[in-house]
């Protein structure tokens, strides 16, 4: 371990916190490997827990610290720097992916889901009102925090309740008119770790949900990228102006820095081209920004998240 990290964690003794966790903890993990864009630097403490009391465990070490905590769900609208994340990043493992049918019309999904995998279980349980979660890159966990949707439908729309690990290491339920929605956010406390949630819909025929979920991901098909390194929608919409609209109209859409670009399919996509680095996809979105706001008096607001640390 370098002397930079001995300092920053003077008070934590990591040899006792690997051989108490294992290979759940990881010193200076390279994030890249995490992230859509395929880039990114190391965590200072990269932690993947196997189950709810592991979890537990670790946040009381590492909070009587005040560490400061990243959550790191699928990494599909996450940007992350070159020079890596400062603190905790926490990625929930596979475990906490389970999908049970709780009613004929309501599921329990773990926080790690995949967004595709809910729909297909709700598909399996005759469940409608779901399909829009396959067309959304990403786990449950973060289309909650995100209050993720397409097509006419956001999470919130279907949300019952979500277990949470909260600030004092506690679980708990939380209903969902207790929290509050807006578009691509909810005003949930950051330090919270969402475990699972519960999701109601419709009870509808297999033939007829799958049809539904065929059309929308066509739909998306037809008008985004795929199979390329990228964090899905960079900027939010600004009411009834779509961002990929002001950014073509104000002559950004062929703009470009080193390897990263905007898509030519959808330029509210932006790429890494294979060898970019974060710092180029950032001064992009800043000249972009930039341009936009001079050109139609619009302020941008990124719907991708950037963590970690700036040079």
């Not at 290491?169 to 475990?195: C, S, W």
């Not at 297999?206 to 390194?229: D, G, H, N, V, Y």
């Not at 996509?269 to 139609?296: C, H």
Request: net charge positive; proline share 2%.
């Amino acid at each position: 371990m370098d002397e930079r990290i001995k300092i920053q964690f003077m008070n934590l003794n990591i040899d006792l916190l690997q051989e108490k966790f294992g290979k759940s903890l990881i010193i200076k993990e390279n994030l890249s490997k995490y992230s859509w864009f395929n880039l990114g630097g190391p965590a200072d403490i990269f932690f993947r827990p196997q189950n709810k009391d592991q979890l537990v465990e670790f946040l009381k070490d590492i909070r009587k610290n005040n560490f400061k905590q990243h959550i790191l769900g699928a990494g599909s609208n996450t940007l992350i720097r070159d020079s890596g994340v400062k603190g905790v990043v926490i990625k929930l493992s596979s475990k906490f992916s389970d999908l049970k049918l709780l009613e004929k019309d309501t599921i329990e999904v773990g926080a790690a889901a995949l967004d595709k995998q809910v729909s297909d279980f709700a598909k399996k349980n005759d469940i409608s009102k779901m399909e829009f979660l396959s067309c959304i890159p990403g786990s449950i966990g973060g289309a909650i925090t995100m209050n993720s949707g397409c097509y006419g439908s956001d999470i919130s729309k279907i949300l019952l309740s979500i277990k949470v690990i909260d600030d004092n290491g506690k679980e708990k339920e939380i209903k969902k008119d207790e929290i509050k929605f807006y578009y691509r956010g909810t005003d949930l406390p950051k330090n919270y770790i969402i475990l699972s949630a519960k999701l109601q819909g419709i009870v509808s025929s297999k033939q007829l949900i799958e049809k539904k979920q065929i059309e929308l991901i066509q739909r998306k098909k037809e008008s985004q990228p795929s199979q390329i390194k990228t964090g899905g929608s960079t900027f939010k919409n600004n009411g009834d102006k779509k961002a990929w609209m002001l950014i073509k109209e104000s002559g950004c859409d062929k703009l470009y820095v080193g390897d990263a670009k905007i898509s030519e399919k959808h330029c509210n996509f932006f790429i890494n081209n294979g060898n970019a680095r974060t710092s180029d996809i950032e001064k992009l979105i800043n000249q972009v920004k930039k341009e936009v706001k001079t050109k139609t008096g619009v302020d941008l607001e990124l719907e991708i998240k950037i963590i970690g640390n700036e040079k």
